[in-house]
């Protein structure tokens, strides 16, 4: 029997979720909910489409409810609201916030029976399991997470917002040279500045004043004052060509060392430097975080099945949960 | 409380976990437990040893056993014998006989209410994990497994085993272009050959016959002949100076692919094609894989307590399970 999915919000992410549960074959897509007028929504793969209040009415056709919202203000209200009727997972990546997010859900959730997987996608998500995972092996050692190459869809917004700017791309650059120290097991200091560089393309209206964008962007708080910032003025036509995916990745990376103590008769063992890498490249940022979303469905389906409830993280979920396959499929092909 | 484990077997695994359980401000060292006369075996940290025929009345001291033993005739026998008494964690990794191994694990363990992990290490452990995240992640991609640059304990044996040869080290090496392909996405077929060569570093017997000792290597059926494998001839200062270390590692690389579907009105999906990558450098083989048994020997104590038994592997395992810090903390620091 496929697991039921709807999709709450149609923007680049809710369109990679339903190419994600269009490529699972135990899943099956109810149909897309969203705030405008349903007629106005034009679904790619042709699915039903919904006002969202019609949820209300569709509790028993929904297994899991994938929200697509924004981590400012749709998730933190959203998520809660949903998960009390629902099976519900969200990528909300305000990392500060989490907290008090984790301990919403987990309230309407438990209060209705339900699971609510919240912080999915690579970053929160990917990463932070790398994360966890090499600091439960080698405890004490040190993670660095680098983004990029890719484009920054927050940032590009901010540089859209400047007077005389038509459009803009923002790319996170690693520095290598930064890269090359963690990798090498050198646990650095590093400042904000060392470890990421900014490059921006944009497309300024006729006329605009191009020295007083570019002296804007590269002294905006918060987004770009802080790193070393490139500014491109380029053509409408350029940016299209060249500019129209949204790739993205990353990498953590952590050392941590064994050994180095010392022994019962005085001698001293080795200290040994382990270095783990988790990397990403991805074509598609939308594409890969739903992706992720929809393994964490089918997961949520299963531990809602067994019985369990509240708020989970990807920290609660067994791996096993994540796949179409079988127990012994898993261990025979993969372990 | 800490979690109180026991060591069986001590080789060189043996000394990773103890090490790594020193390393664990959660855990405590009941003793170190050895087919030898106890007498005999001088523990680096100063923990008891005892005969391994005085676990049968030490059920009650210790939370988890960690059977550090070879794959090819210990553990077999050993981890479902102590499963049905000991919360058990082994790094069997023969993977043909993971699914008969886990079904005698899992029969005893559910007969005495236990908990048996089997299989943790980094591959199998690890590397099994980032092949299960990515096949669940992006379905219908393709996962590559290198080794290297590391020594291979079994190869090295194997060499020593030849008639004139005093001592020897084997190095697994991952071939550039293949890894390079493979990086870039795209999903090569690849021959044994063209994935890995072998570094063999050897000391033989004043005046052994070299070109026999070469000959015997490089033919050497299932260890050799599918490879191309390089005969250095050393002194034993050398190997002693330039060998005396057990460092590897290597990579899981998975390439998938989301978008290229068409859509309800006729157009095309982009396809976007996603790399994820997880790579391993080990300077001692022994203490990383020690480590990660040990991070799983706190999941198998707090998933027996929980009212859990019966065999699992490291996909059966949440993450969380597996750090010392809690839920609040693992969420505030590393989501």
Redesign the interface.
């Known amino acids: 029997m496929s697991i039921k999915v709807g999709i709450l919000g149609y923007g680049n992410l809710g369109r990679?979720v339903e190419?994600?549960v269009?490529?699972?074959n135990d899943m099956e897509l109810v149909g897309v909910f969203s705030r405008r007028d349903p007629a106005t929504v034009k679904?790619?793969?042709?699915a039903a489409t919904y006002h969202v209040d019609e949820l209300s009415k569709m509790k028993d056709q929904i297994d899991v409810l994938i929200i697509c919202g924004g981590s400012a203000t749709d998730l933190p209200e959203m998520t809660p609201k949903y998960a009390a009727d629902f099976n519900v997972i969200d990528s909300f990546d305000t990392?500060a916030n989490?907290?008090t997010h984790?301990a919403n859900v987990d309230a309407a959730a438990k209060a209705g029976g339900k699971i609510g997987i919240i912080?999915c996608g690579w970053d929160?998500g990917?990463f932070?399991?790398?994360?966890?995972?090499a600091?439960?092996?080698?405890?004490?050692g040190k993670?660095y997470t680098f983004w990029g190459n890719g484009v920054s869809q927050g940032h590009s917004d901010a540089i859209r917002r400047i007077e005389g700017v038509v459009d803009a791309r923002q790319y996170t650059v690693p520095v290598p040279e930064a890269l090359d120290k963690v990798r090498a097991?050198e646990n650095p200091e590093l400042t904000t500045r060392e470890k990421h560089t900014r490059v921006c393309y944009v497309v300024a209206e006729e006329g605009a004043d191009k020295a007083r964008i570019e002296q804007k962007i590269v002294t905006m708080p918060n987004y770009f004052a802080d790193y070393d910032t490139t500014v491109n003025f380029i053509t409408a036509e350029e940016m299209k060509r060249n500019h129209s995916?949204l790739p993205h990745g990353g990498s953590v990376i952590y050392s941590g060392t064994?050994?180095g103590?010392t022994?019962?008769?005085g001698s001293t063992?080795?200290l040994?430097?382990?270095?783990?890498?988790?990397?990403?490249?991805?074509?598609?940022n939308p594409?890969?975080t739903?992706?992720?979303l929809v393994?964490y469905a089918?997961a949520a389906a299963r531990m809602n099945q067994a019985g369990e409830s509240g708020a989970k993280?990807?920290?609660?979920?067994?791996?096993?949960l994540?796949?179409?396959l079988s127990?012994?499929e898993?261990?025979?092909h993969?372990?």
Chains 1, 2 share one sequence.
């Open positions: 990679g190419k994600a269009k490529a699972s679904v790619d793969s042709g990392h989490i907290p984790f912080s929160p990917m932070s399991l790398n994360r966890l995972y600091h439960s092996v080698l405890p004490g993670d097991g995916g064994t050994g103590t022994n019962a008769d063992n080795t040994n430097t382990h270095v783990i890498e988790y990397s990403l490249k991805l074509d598609s594409e890969f739903g992706s992720v393994a089918r993280t990807v920290f609660d979920v067994a791996p096993a994540l796949s179409p127990g012994d898993i261990r025979a993969m372990l």
